[in-house]
């Protein structure tokens, strides 16, 4: 059952996602789709696949036919579902991949109905999965469609604006599958663009296709210093972004600021490690920001239920819903940033006009899967009758986690959905302040493991 998480399903190949256990998670799927149709495609790893020869068939077993998409990154895979292919519209889709994960990882993201199949409905679907028998085998169906060549016409088509202007652009797909896709946007948009790593490899051999791990931008930094004007980092299936200026590596939040400067008083939805700059700038220009729980499934639902224009995640995850069909793609985000550009934005410019503001980056405090959701509904009872010397509490949003704001910033812990972890961050307009905070709320969990 470990594989089955939050947000996918993950393991390791053969050990864990092997002939038996993925044929059964394709039948089992096959009962929660409606329609005939499944789109399925996968990522760079070796043994991606051999994955999707098994998941076919289970889901021909169960009576599905399978649109294959072949090697994509998971925007693609998610825009198959906006599609139709000579009259069929899949009824869900399928994405294999171990994201950025290491190479002996791959998994699972699934949507179903233009919606992310998550959270409870994943554990049922694995706990059906550990019951059942092996399926019967039947005559493979798979059509085979173009799912890449589409998606390169719409975003071509979408930002036609944009060719031929003369910023420099370095980019770094890591060795994942962005590059399968960006290198035909580029060329046909004639951008001056450098990029390394953008062949396909899932030994990941020049460095872990994870861009929010500073170490991992080296090389595309250095490109940078050499002469270009932007560049952007991806993670391993293409849903995660990194953008780099001479003097920014721009977070999620900051970007959700730069991009919604284009839009008329939009909706914005960030999770609850944003930044409060985000929001506080968010409501002066007249927009609705609101906060939400962390995780790209949680953020699709919530734009979904809102009719948002925009959300993000610290970590580069990037939705849009306006002008476009409300899921996290750094390949639609590089071209919407590379639109302010053009449009004349100094990025620099406009984040030094922002309130300065000191940011931890993610803490992570080990504990187990058993205990982590206890300690964080004890620090919420700690935190009802504090110890004497905690800083001034203004408010508590209990949304995902403890987020605690006090008068000069904020701090944060919740549990990991998907590792046994607790998740911490603070921010203040003081550094002095944050660290002050940091350590009350790393007493107060101390103080909470101690009394479990």
Same mark, same amino acid.
């Given at each position: 059952?470990?594989?089955?998480?939050?947000?996918?399903?993950?393991?390791?190949?053969?050990?864990?996602?092997?002939?038996?256990?993925?044929?059964?998670?394709?039948?089992?799927? !096959?009962?929660?789709?409606?329609?005939?149709?499944?789109?399925?495609?996968?990522?760079?790893?070796?043994?991606?696949?051999?994955?999707?020869?098994?998941?076919? !068939?289970?889901?021909?077993?169960?009576?599905?036919?399978?649109?294959? #998409?072949?090697?994509?990154?998971?925007?693609?895979?998610?825009?198959?579902?906006?599609?139709?292919?000579?009259?069929?519209?899949?009824? !869900?889709?399928?994405?294999?991949?171990?994201?950025?994960?290491?190479?002996?990882?791959?998994?699972?993201?699934?949507?179903?109905?233009?919606?992310?199949?998550?959270?409870?409905?994943?554990?049922?679907?694995?706990?059906?999965?550990?019951?059942?028998?092996?399926?019967?085998?039947?005559?493979?169906?798979?059509?085979?469609?173009?799912? %890449?060549?589409?998606?390169?016409?719409?975003?071509?088509?979408?930002?036609?604006?944009?060719?031929? #202007?003369?910023?420099?652009?370095?980019? *770094?797909?890591?060795?994942?599958?962005?590059?399968?896709?960006?290198?035909?946007?580029?060329?046909?948009?004639?951008?001056?663009?450098?990029?390394?790593?953008?062949?396909?490899?899932?030994?990941?051999?020049?460095?872990?296709?994870?861009?929010?791990?500073?170490?991992?931008?080296?090389?595309?930094?250095?490109?940078?210093?050499?002469?270009?004007?932007?560049?952007?980092?991806?993670?391993?299936?293409?849903?995660?972004? !990194?953008?780099?200026?001479?003097?920014?590596?721009?977070?999620?939040?900051?970007?959700?600021?730069?991009?919604?400067?284009? #839009?008329?008083?939009?909706?914005?939805?960030?999770?609850?490690?944003?930044?409060?700059?985000?929001?506080?700038?968010?409501?002066?220009?007249?927009?609705?920001?609101?906060?939400?729980?962390?995780?790209?499934?949680?953020?699709?639902?919530?734009?979904?239920?809102?009719?948002?224009?925009?959300?993000?995640?610290?970590?580069?995850?990037?939705?849009?819903?306006?002008?476009?069909?409300?899921? *996290?793609?750094?390949?639609?985000?590089?071209?919407?940033?590379?639109?302010?550009?053009?449009?004349?934005?100094?990025?620099?410019?406009?984040?030094?006009?922002?309130?300065?503001?000191?940011?931890?980056?993610?803490?992570?405090?080990?504990?187990?899967?058993?205990?982590?959701?206890?300690?964080?509904?004890?620090?919420?009872?700690?935190?009802? %009758?504090?110890?004497?010397?905690?800083?001034?509490?203004?408010?508590?949003?209990?949304?995902?986690?403890?987020?605690?704001?006090?008068?000069?910033?904020?701090?944060?812990?919740?549990?990991?959905?998907?590792?046994?972890?607790?998740?911490?961050?603070?921010?203040?307009?003081?550094?002095?302040?944050?660290?002050?905070?940091?350590?009350?709320?790393?007493?107060?969990?101390?103080?909470?493991?101690?009394?479990?």
């Amino acid at each position: 059952m470990s594989i089955y998480r939050e947000y996918d399903i993950r393991g390791i190949f053969e050990k864990e996602l092997n002939e038996e256990s993925v044929t059964k998670i394709g039948y089992a799927l !096959a009962s929660k789709i409606d329609g005939e149709y499944v789109a399925v495609g996968y990522d760079a790893r070796s043994h991606s696949p051999i994955l999707f020869e098994y998941l076919v !068939a289970g889901l021909n077993a169960g009576g599905k036919k399978v649109l294959g #998409m072949g090697l994509v990154p998971t925007p693609v895979n998610y825009f198959t579902n906006y599609q139709s292919w000579d009259g069929i519209t899949p009824s !869900a889709s399928v994405m294999i991949t171990g994201s950025h994960n290491p190479s002996e990882y791959n998994g699972f993201k699934i949507t179903i109905n233009k919606a992310p199949f998550f959270s409870e409905d994943i554990y049922a679907l694995g706990r059906e999965c550990e019951a059942m028998d092996m399926p019967s085998k039947v005559e493979r169906d798979v059509t085979e469609i173009d799912a %890449n060549t589409r998606y390169i016409n719409f975003l071509v088509s979408e930002f036609a604006h944009l060719k031929g #202007m003369d910023t420099k652009i370095a980019y *770094d797909c890591g060795n994942g599958v962005a590059g399968v896709v960006t290198e035909d946007i580029f060329k046909a948009l004639n951008l001056n663009t450098q990029g390394l790593y953008t062949d396909p490899d899932g030994t990941f051999p020049n460095h872990h296709p994870d861009p929010s791990v500073e170490h991992n931008l080296e090389d595309v930094k250095k490109l940078l210093a050499d002469g270009n004007d932007i560049a952007f980092a991806y993670d391993g299936d293409a849903d995660r972004i !990194a953008v780099l200026t001479h003097k920014n590596n721009i977070k999620g939040d900051m970007m959700a600021l730069l991009y919604s400067m284009k #839009m008329d008083k939009p909706t914005v939805i960030g999770e609850v490690k944003c930044s409060q700059v985000m929001y506080d700038e968010l409501q002066k220009r007249g927009a609705e920001a609101i906060m939400y729980k962390t995780g790209h499934s949680n953020l699709k639902v919530k734009m979904k239920e809102t009719d948002a224009d925009l959300a993000c995640e610290v970590s580069g995850h990037i939705f849009f819903k306006n002008r476009y069909f409300g899921y *996290d793609d750094a390949i639609y985000a590089t071209l919407r940033m590379l639109e302010l550009l053009y449009d004349g934005i100094d990025l620099d410019a406009e984040l030094e006009k922002l309130p300065q503001v000191f940011s931890t980056e993610e803490i992570k405090v080990e504990t187990t899967e058993a205990q982590k959701f206890l300690i964080i509904d004890k620090v919420k009872e700690l935190l009802q %009758n504090p110890p004497a010397d905690f800083p001034v509490i203004k408010d508590i949003i209990d949304v995902d986690g403890v987020r605690i704001n006090f008068e000069n910033g904020w701090g944060l812990v919740r549990a990991s959905n998907t590792t046994p972890v607790l998740v911490t961050r603070f921010e203040s307009t003081s550094q002095e302040e944050a660290k002050r905070y940091e350590k009350a709320i790393n007493d107060l969990i101390v103080l909470a493991k101690e009394s479990l």
